[in-house]
């Protein structure tokens, strides 16, 4: 992951190149780290590095449902609202069973899914939007599948400043330090032990 998204043909790979670095970011940022550091809360937020990269899995895939259903909407959820929120919820928390390995693999498996929808779909096909939901707007009938991939690179973008302030807070480590450092042991580089302060190899 270099410090910059490198520079973009087309609108298609734009989307492609942006998304890929976002993603890129919560792997770097947990370079390195424990589950128990991945899953401690060192700020006065609730947001673990854990928590976000589960949270960077889900809203990858909740939102790449619906462009994958596009036009049509995707299969309706069975649960009830009360318990699909809790659900929800339950993405922000890395749980006792979790392991920092098995959330990252999950999320490399979804980055791909991702990005290979984005180089395939049809960026003007529209997305129903869900009723009934408190957070979504009443006024809109559909969404374009380019606007959802634009709120998919928001939210991680978002979400990765979280996980930069978190990761700080635990060990002193910044992003471009991770960077480096991870770049020296790819594929699963967040297994290697890194320390604030270390030369990459």
């Excluded at 919820?89 to 098995?102: F, H, I, R, S």
């Excluded at 979804?110 to 180089?119: F, I, K, P």
């Excluded at 290697?192 to 990459?200: D, E, N, V, Y």
């Amino acid at each position: 992951m270099p410090a910059l998204a490198p520079p973009v043909a087309d609108e298609r790979d734009a989307l492609h190149q942006y998304l890929a670095y976002h993603q890129s970011a919560f792997l770097a940022v947990s370079y390195g780290l424990t589950d128990e550091q991945a899953r401690s809360t060192p700020t006065v937020s609730a947001l673990s590095i854990g928590g976000l990269i589960k949270h960077a899995t889900g809203v990858q895939r909740h939102w790449m449902a619906r462009v994958a259903a596009a036009p049509d909407a995707p299969p309706a959820d069975s649960l009830p609202f009360a318990e699909a929120a809790k659900n929800y919820q339950g993405e922000y928390v890395m749980a006792p069973n979790d392991t920092l390995t098995g959330l990252c693999d999950a999320l490399v498996a979804q980055n791909a899914e991702s990005l290979r929808l984005v180089d395939t779909c049809d960026l003007d096909a529209a997305v129903p939007v869900p009723r009934n939901v408190p957070w979504f707007p009443n006024d809109v009938d559909a969404w374009s599948v380019r606007w959802v991939i634009l709120h998919v690179i928001g939210e991680l973008a978002r979400h990765a400043g979280h996980a930069d302030i978190i990761r700080e807070s635990i060990d002193g480590a910044t992003m471009y330090e991770l960077i480096a450092a991870r770049e020296k042991w790819p594929p699963r580089p967040w297994v290697t032990p890194w320390q604030p302060g270390a030369k990459a190899r």
